[in-house]
């Protein structure tokens, strides 16, 4: 199942190198620098790659970017992942 995140690097350097391995239907968005940190969204065809957990950010939905057709998931899962506690 395709997954939406979004990620929030140190610098580019560490960007680029975690970014390479994504896979050719993966879709990756530079958002620019936020705040000090190197931001991407990605859509990726399957599941986030358990390397890029440890940047995952959950801005409150949906930032300033989203997938055509993807704010509804990423809200579900803003309220599953980011807010947990608020249920």
Known sequence: MSTFRKFAFPSQKVADQLLASL???????????????????????????????????WPKPCGVHSFLGWDAQYEADYQEFATPNTK
Do not use: H, R, T
């Open 23 to 57: 896979q050719p239907l993966d879709n990756a968005v530079p958002l620019g620098n936020i705040d000090g940190f190197e931001c991407y969204d990605i859509l990726f065809q399957d599941a986030c790659p358990a390397s890029l957990n440890a940047y995952i950010v």
